[in-house]
């Protein structure tokens, strides 16, 4: 004789009696006999963890996936089910299959990783939403409202109607919203590496030093690398040989260059 069904048990289908299989399983040794017996009674649940599976369809998964993932669930149920604690198989397979389900979503299917809290949020959100708006005629509700029918702070709402649009995210190659792109996509407004800020931090370190050197070696440090000089001019410019000026070049960038490295250090 088939168990009366469980509550939150689909009412549709019977309950198996597998009190004996699981007693069992607790008395049996690690061994052949254990695991075929382990086996047969994951496939005599089978079908209830599909029909709960069954309960999120349409939600961007498909059936295939979600049956198994309900199948790791109910394993998982199989081997941690106590039946010395007198509690009924089903009334702790169906939270556990459940929430193996649940903890898919959360997991595995977030294109952009949004904190657990968040995600509870937004499903709060999303569904006092959904009940305002057939409330109000399809008006859309106000943060305030939203607030008020979820129990939460508006902070807390804003926060949920952000992760809304955290579920999927847009391919590179879309269009901005608003259909003012005139045929660009979102990867055309992506910034450009700027390797000017490669040397930022070094031309920060070396300005105290340029200040140190004295006033011919500064200018013709400037003619050289910021005016782009050749050494045998800035030798005519300040009437000094094109070996002294190599000279110069040399000891200054290597004052620079120490005192810089010693900042750092």
Known sequence: MEAAPTPGFPSDAGVPSTDGAFEGLSALPAGPEREALRDETICTWLPMAYRLAARFRGRGESMDDLRQVAAMGLVKAVDRYDPARGKAFETYAVPTVTGEIKRHFRDHTWDVHVPRRVQDLRNRVRTARRDLAQRLGGRAPTCAEIAAESGLAEEDVLLGLEALESYSALSLDAEPAGGE?????????????????????????????????????????????????????????????????????????????????????
């Open 181 to 265: 792109g005139g045929g660009a996509t979102l990867a055309d407004r992506l910034g450009s590496s700027d390797h000017a800020l490669d040397v930022a931090v070094d031309r920060e370190a070396v300005k105290p030093e340029l200040r140190r050197l004295p006033e011919r070696e500064r200018t013709i440090l400037y003619l050289r690398y910021f005016r782009d000089m050749t050494q045998l001019g800035i030798a005519e410019r300040l009437g000094i040989s094109q070996m002294h000026v190599s000279r110069l070049i040399s000891r200054s960038c290597e004052r620079v260059r120490a005192g810089a490295l010693k900042g750092v250090g």
